[in-house]
């Protein structure tokens, strides 16, 4: 007994290594038909990786249309050199306004399987790539496109199968023929036992041959009352993929499959802008947020201040400037003229007659003396002193002119850009009022104020409210308390365009503390259904694989990814929300 | 007898395994899959060779079969004709010279219309 179970078992064996030897006759790579297409409502298409591009051939009504993609950011590639090897011929594809390279290519339209070789010259880089598009038989059912590894594993299996479900269902049916049969066969068997063996045990034998075939016969006959003329209620439900009719061109939608994954034709990925970067572990300081606003660089701006009250009148070219001019130093503003009060009118008046009356008195003892002097009588020096205090006098009395008509001149002291004017003309301005404000816009400081003493911040940003950075130096931090916060002042490095004094800004700090992990913009990781954070994986030219991540704040634009993915993976940085929102 | 039936489907299975080749230069060459086929690409100066073969290594008459192959020559693509030549050889000429190992692929047209190409790194 235990030896026919053993052979039983060694035949099981055998039928096993028979069936496993061609599924495992290729060791990494298989000869066999590619994978059938992820849906039936997608329509064939092939695609190709290499280090720097990502290419996807969609045939559809007589065009080849290649979308070609950098490999690690999924950005279109433009002005690239398709080249693709057809039956005709090299051929090369016209590049359209959405970035697709597009081709004629009636002969894709034959169902069978085509291996495209594709010529990529985009700037300095060439590529050649292969592509393998499988285009199905539209004639052929899908029902009957199962993988044909499988029913060529042996030929005598499909006959032994049918035979044995025939005559399973036949079994089932309760056939009346069938079991006739078996009744019959049995009477037989039993009379030639009996036959043989023997008339001792006649009556028994044929009493029990008898009862027996009475009974399968009443059950050959004797079948319930199930459907006899209705017909067989196995339909399974008719599914979406069942009702697109074969012939008509199937619709690319972006869906979620069976297993999880995301699929997202690449023309929806254009039109979601999605984008990805490569993950690699590195090292970050960690960040602080400080809230800052910008002002003026203190050695590249100034004010222009009126020294003495007065009225301003406009510069020599006739116009005071407007905001937004661009002044260099030196540069005359405006002018204030003091006014002169009635009091100091009258003083002056009277000063101006009495230096008058002197210059008389001393030019006529001036000409006096200058007679005198040549008969001897006045000594030379008399005459020198007398003219000495002549033009003294004559000194005063044109300083006294002076004085009362020149206005003072306002100029700029630095270069720079008027970003804060108000001169009106015959405005009287106060002594000391600020009537100019002169900024260089491209030298612009921030000053955050943080609650802890920074330790001299290397790489400090700042964020704008519209998502803006700006890198900043650290210039120095101030020690007296500002309401209980220390000011620290940034330098902004770079572009400037767009700043204005006096806007806030949120400054990223980095502090001493190091972290090693994997850094993700903040726009890549989204929360799930049920509140998990994850991020989404291009795993292939159109698929994307959500992914659980557990992440760590790093700073204001960034995000550490402690677990859940590995360095190396392309991560949807763009378009993650959108690509969230497949259903 | 139970005992060597055992041994029997043991070494069926493992047979299973052994069938599984690995995909060997037979002419100096390096070896990739194109479809159902094996191709060899052995460049040498300015000439191109490649040798088809099945997915058991065996040689396919190249008559009847078309191919191009387009090798990276100094950061330029050489694209090239390739004619079958004798036994399971298809050969081609490039007009510059293809250094060691040019990247490419090999585009094979066979006698029944289908293509098959193979691409090397």
């Given at each position: 007994?235990?030896?026919?179970?053993?052979?039983?078992?060694?035949?099981?064996?055998?039928?096993?290594?028979?069936?496993?030897?061609?599924?495992?006759?290729?060791?990494?790579?298989?000869?066999?038909?590619p994978p059938?297409p992820v849906s039936n409502t997608i329509t064939p298409r092939g695609e190709a990786v290499s280090e720097a591009f990502e290419l996807t051939a969609i045939p559809r009504e007589g065009r080849l249309t290649l979308y070609l993609d950098r490999f690690r950011t999924n950005e279109p590639v433009r002005g690239a050199v398709v080249e693709v090897e057809t039956p005709e011929g090299q051929k090369t594809a016209t590049e359209t306004a959405d970035a697709t390279y597009v081709l004629p290519a009636a002969w894709m339209a034959k169902?069978?399987t085509h291996d495209l070789l594709v010529t990529v010259t985009a700037g300095d880089m060439v590529d050649v790539l292969t592509v393998s598009v499988n285009v199905p038989?539209?004639?052929?059912?899908?029902?009957?496109?199962?993988?044909?590894?499988?029913?060529?594993?042996?030929?005598?299996?499909?006959?032994?199968?049918?035979?044995?479900?025939?005559?399973?269902?036949?079994?089932?049916?309760?056939?009346?023929?069938?079991?006739?049969?078996?009744?019959?066969?049995?009477?037989?068997?039993?009379?030639?036992?009996?036959?043989?063996?023997?008339?001792?045990?006649?009556?028994?034998?044929?009493?029990?041959?008898?009862?027996?075939?009475?009974?399968?016969?009443?059950?050959?006959?004797?079948?319930?009352?199930?459907?006899?003329?209705?017909?067989?209620?196995?339909?399974?439900?008719?599914?979406?993929?069942?009702?697109?009719?074969?012939?008509e061109p199937a619709a690319d939608l972006a869906q979620r499959l069976?297993?999880?994954s995301v699929f997202v034709p690449k023309p929806t990925q254009r039109l979601l802008v999605l984008r990805t970067s490569m993950t690699e572990?590195?090292?970050?300081?960690?960040?602080?947020?400080?809230?800052?606003?910008?002002?003026?660089?203190?050695?590249?701006?100034?004010?222009?201040?009126?020294?003495?009250?007065?009225?301003?009148?406009?510069?020599?070219?006739?116009?005071?400037?407007?905001?937004?001019?661009?002044?260099?130093?030196?540069?005359?503003?405006?002018?204030?003229?003091?006014?002169?009060?009635?009091?100091?009118?009258?003083?002056?008046?009277?000063?101006?007659?009495?230096?008058?009356?002197?210059?008389?008195?001393?030019?006529?003892?001036?000409?006096?003396?200058?007679?005198?002097?040549?008969?001897?009588?006045?000594?030379?020096?008399?005459?020198?002193?007398?003219?000495?205090?002549?033009?003294?006098?004559?000194?005063?009395?044109?300083?006294?002119?002076?004085?009362?008509?020149?206005?003072?001149?306002?100029?700029?002291?630095?270069?720079?850009?008027?970003?804060?004017?108000?001169?009106?003309?015959?405005?009287?301005?106060?002594?000391?009022?600020?009537?100019?404000?002169?900024?260089?816009?491209?030298?612009?400081?921030?000053?955050?104020?943080?609650?802890?003493?920074?330790?001299?911040?290397?790489?400090?940003?700042?964020?704008?409210?519209d998502g803006r950075t700006?890198?900043?130096?650290?210039?120095?931090?101030?020690?007296?308390?500002?309401?209980?916060?220390?000011?620290?002042?940034?330098?902004?490095?770079?572009d400037?365009?767009?700043?204005?004094?006096?806007?806030?800004?949120?400054?990223?700090?980095?502090?001493?503390?190091?972290?090693?992990?994997?850094?993700l913009p903040r726009s890549a990781v989204v929360?799930?259904?049920?509140?998990?954070?994850?991020v989404y994986e291009h795993v292939t030219a159109e698929r994307f694989v959500a992914r659980?991540?557990?992440?760590?704040?790093?700073?204001?634009t960034r995000?550490?990814?402690?677990?859940?993915v590995?360095?190396g993976k392309r991560i949807v940085t763009e378009g993650a929300e959108l690509l969230d929102q497949v259903r | 007898?139970?005992?060597?039936?055992?041994?029997?489907?043991?070494?069926?299975?493992?047979?299973?395994?052994?069938?599984?080749?690995?995909?060997?230069?037979?002419?100096?060459?390096?070896?990739?899959?194109?479809?159902?086929?094996?191709?060899?690409?052995?460049?040498?100066?300015?000439?191109?060779?490649?040798?088809?073969?099945?997915?058991?290594?065996?040689?396919?008459?190249?008559?009847?079969?078309?191919?191009t192959?387009i090798l990276l020559v100094d950061g330029k693509p050489a694209r090239?004709?390739?004619?079958?030549?004798?036994?399971?050889?298809?050969?081609?000429?490039?007009?510059?010279?293809?250094?060691?190992?040019?990247k490419g692929a090999?585009q094979?047209?066979?006698?029944?219309?289908?293509t098959?190409s193979?691409k090397f790194n």
């Open positions: 007994m235990s030896s026919r179970f053993a052979a039983a078992l060694g035949a099981m064996l055998l039928a096993a290594g028979l069936l496993a030897a061609p599924a495992r006759a290729h060791e990494g790579h298989d000869h066999g038909a059938p169902p069978g038989d539209p004639k052929a059912s899908p029902s009957t496109d199962q993988p044909a590894a499988a029913a060529t594993a042996s030929s005598v299996m499909p006959t032994v199968s049918a035979v044995l479900t025939e005559l399973r269902n036949r079994f089932i049916a309760k056939d009346p023929i069938l079991m006739a049969t078996a009744a019959g066969a049995f009477l037989l068997g039993m009379l030639v036992t009996v036959a043989v063996r023997g008339r001792r045990s006649v009556p028994a034998v044929a009493l029990i041959a008898i009862a027996i075939t009475l009974t399968l016969g009443t059950a050959a006959f004797a079948h319930g009352d199930e459907d006899h003329g209705k017909p067989a209620p196995a339909q399974p439900p008719v599914q979406g993929a069942a009702l697109t009719a074969p012939s069976p297993d999880g572990t590195a090292t970050f300081h960690r960040a602080v947020e400080l809230p800052g606003r910008v002002i003026p660089d203190p050695n590249a701006s100034g004010v222009v201040q009126s020294s003495v009250g007065g009225r301003l009148s406009p510069p020599p070219a006739g116009l005071f400037p407007r905001l937004g001019t661009v002044v260099k130093r030196g540069d005359v503003l405006a002018y204030v003229t003091p006014p002169v009060q009635a009091i100091d009118v009258s003083d002056m008046r009277q000063r101006q007659g009495e230096l008058d009356q002197q210059i008389d008195i001393v030019e006529r003892r001036v000409e006096r003396f200058r007679k005198l002097s040549t008969t001897g009588a006045v000594a030379q020096t008399q005459l020198d002193d007398a003219l000495s205090e002549l033009k003294g006098l004559q000194d005063r009395r044109k300083a006294l002119d002076a004085n009362r008509q020149q206005p003072e001149a306002l100029t700029a002291p630095v270069d720079g850009v008027i970003a804060q004017a108000s001169a009106v003309a015959g405005q009287m301005a106060a002594s000391g009022a600020m009537i100019f404000q002169i900024v260089d816009p491209a030298c612009l400081w921030i000053e955050a104020l943080s609650f802890d003493a920074l330790t001299t911040a290397e790489n400090a940003t700042a964020r704008l409210s700006l890198s900043l130096t650290y210039q120095g931090a101030g020690l007296a308390d500002r309401n209980q916060a220390i000011p620290v002042q940034f330098a902004v490095t770079g400037t365009s767009g700043l204005r004094v006096g806007q806030f800004v949120t400054v990223l700090a980095g502090t001493d503390a190091e972290q090693i992990g994997l850094a929360r799930s259904g049920n509140g998990q954070a994850i659980q991540v557990r992440v760590e704040p790093l700073d204001g995000v550490l990814v402690a677990e859940g590995g360095a | 007898m139970i005992r060597r039936k055992l041994v029997l489907a043991a070494a069926l299975l493992t047979a299973g395994g052994a069938i599984a080749h690995e995909a060997k230069s037979q002419h100096g060459g390096r070896v990739m899959d194109a479809g159902k086929y094996h191709v060899e690409l052995v460049a040498k100066g300015e000439s191109v060779d490649v040798f088809v073969s099945d997915g058991d290594q065996k040689p396919i008459p190249a008559a009847g079969f078309k191919g192959a090239i004709p390739l004619q079958a030549a004798d036994g399971n050889r298809l050969s081609g000429k490039a007009a510059v010279a293809l250094g060691d190992s040019p090999v094979l047209t066979t006698p029944d219309g289908a098959a193979a």
